[in-house]
């Protein structure tokens, strides 16, 4: 460990009127559950699996008096007698009667590393949510659906359980319900995509009183929609369970609503996935045994994390655990924080996030000091991966490529990815440092030879890229642009019209195809793609009769794939969410938007940060309102200034501008 986060608690409020107060604090294991592995063992000064520092500072009228954790501190069991992060919790409520001895704790050597006040915003819940349905496919098994598949746990009032003493009850939590290929439509909850987490929750009755005993676990939580509940005394009614949905405490940058049902059951999903992943860390999944930082999933969602919700506190604390995972060649792992899994140095597309995440701050929040922090570790990863960069670019080394493309496609070779990726980070970090005039020329010229090495290594006469993918494309036109007028865009566009307007993309071919073609003024190629509603598409996971999903697939075909890899609720996909934010319905914070659609509404916002204005020119079709009622009327070939926050509303199909952005403005 580098580093070692605390939290900071203000408790004044609870001392009021008290002459003494005495210090409880309940541990459990949270993201030092070692059930499944670590990665090697290498951490040998933290293997107590709970332990607890505490300072308490005191101010008073002879100045500052200080207390810390020590020995003289003691401990005793609670009715928590289980709790894992990934299989759940089992609380015996009988022993709430019984004395439980005191003992004393044991001074240890705590985990190494400067000590960091935590800065991000704490794990809070968002809100409850009752079921939508209860059935019982089985005598004494109940299926309780939530109707939505989000990260939490449940709260329950079993009220009939007088004399049932000592009976467990058992929530098992699972996405999806039982259909074909995994077993017969039976109405019970399929667990097999969990793999190895036992996702499960066991309350041992008291059954000495006959109030409802209530019960919501401490230290773990799932990613559910529905709950298998066995042993419970009676019936299970709506009354006796909620889901409580917590994440990261974001908010959310403004509201989301247009005239299309696909992209707002898009933009809906992607919440739910975003937040749902959001726990302290972007984690890949919130419900198997991985549940880990994958830094290809944060990277290639980092825009539309940065369009969706305030990070600008939530990514410095992220690029501090990457550095922190940095070796001393420059080389960042495929997962922060590394604990299992993955590799390291990471793919190339994985190693990206940091300079990728680093770039959003600068461009998204107007942050120059954040990224200048770690322009030197930024710089050390440079070398690292140049020295890692074969001058044959159809060499580069890579290990998951444009992850997941729908079936029956194949991923493109692992080499166009990874190239790519390392180019556009050169070109990402020469715009972080653009101060340091000499390490910005160095980058871009770099970028500017690693262009020419991609285009002879991956395009072909009549500009063809490799096998002529949409991915090939998408990244090609990236590095370097051409209009559909091109041979490149010209074979880049019949790539899509052979795939019937259908992606074949992956995760990394996904984000940039859209932008792509709004870049090449074809706005409604792309739109037609995102308004698809059969297979593959964002909108077949919205709504095709199978398991219709409330959040982001990992899988374009989920509905049929086994249960190695396939969670119901990932964020991987959901760059779609910044193309719909930033060339569909609204506007970037500082570029233009290019294409929106008929009937929509946009809710303009501004950070503190920024000027209570925005500059409009060229809107056709528009009306905008202060106040949600009172129209100021139809914008023209003239610019005008909004007063922020503002709605705008879309009566036709345009095309519009915002003027060129200004240090400080919208």
Known sequence: HKEVSYHAINVTSLLQGTKSASIAVHLGLGWRDSVFSSKDGSFPDDKYPRVLRVQVAMKHAEGLTLVGSNATWTWQETPIIYDSLYNGETYNASLKDLPQPLRNATVVTGPAGDMVVSQIPQITTSRMVKPVKISQPQDRVYVVDFGENLSGRCQVSIKNAYSYTNVPVTFHYGEVLMHEPYGNASGLVYFGNLRGAKASDTYIINGKDKNPEVYEPTFTYHGFRYVQITGWPG??????????????????????????????????????????????????????????????????????????????????????????????????????????????????????????????????????????????????????????????????????????????????????????????????????????????????????DYIQRFEKAFMASGGHYLNDLQVSYALGLTLDFKDGTSEQGKNFINSIHAAKEHLTTGIIGSKFVLPVLSQMKDGDLALQIVEQTDYPSWGWMAFNDIEPATAIWELWDAWKEGPGMNSRNHHMFSSVSGWMRTHAVDFKRST??????????????????????????????????????????????????????????????????????????L
Request: charged share 20%.
């Open 235 to 448: 019936l299970v009614n709506e009354e006796d369970i909620t889901m409580h949905h917590f994440f990261t405490a974001l908010k959310r940058s403004g509201t989301f609503s247009t005239s299309s049902k696909t992209m707002n059951a898009i933009q809906r999903n992607v919440w739910s996935g975003q937040e749902s992943n959001s726990m302290s860390v972007l984690t890949d999944c919130d419900q198997r045994d991985e549940r880990l930082g994958w830094m290809g999933d944060a990277g290639l969602s980092s825009d539309s994390f940065s369009l969706n919700f305030d990070m600008s506190a939530f990514f410095p604390n992220m690029l501090r655990n990457i550095e922190n995972e940095q070796t001393a060649d420059g080389a960042i792992p495929d997962i922060v924080p590394w604990v299992r899994g993955g590799g390291r140095p990471g793919d190339p597309s994985w190693s990206a996030a940091y300079p990728q995440i680093a770039w959003c701050m600068l461009h998204y929040y107007g942050d120059t000091v954040t990224p200048a922090k770690h322009s030197p570790a930024m710089m050390l990863y440079v070398h690292e991966m140049m020295g890692r960069s074969p001058e044959d670019f159809t060499k580069y080394p890579g290990s998951y490529g444009d992850w997941c493309p729908p079936a029956p496609n194949k991923r493109v070779t692992t080499a166009v990815p990874s190239a790519f990726s390392f180019t556009n980070n050169l070109r990402q970090i020469a715009e972080i440092v653009k101060a340091n005039a000499s390490a910005a020329s160095f980058l871009t010229n770099t970028s500017v």
């Open 592 to 665: 233009l938007p290019s294409r929106l659609a008929k009937g929509c509404k946009v809710n303009l916002a501004y950070h503190s940060t920024m000027s209570p204005t925005c500059q409009l020119q060229r809107l056709r079709g528009w009306q905008v309102r202060t106040d949600g009622r009172r129209a100021l009327g139809r914008l023209g070939a003239v610019s005008s200034t909004v007063p922020l926050p503002a709605e705008l509303h879309v009566s036709r199909l345009v095309v519009a501008d915002l003027c060129p952005a200004q240090p400080g403005q």
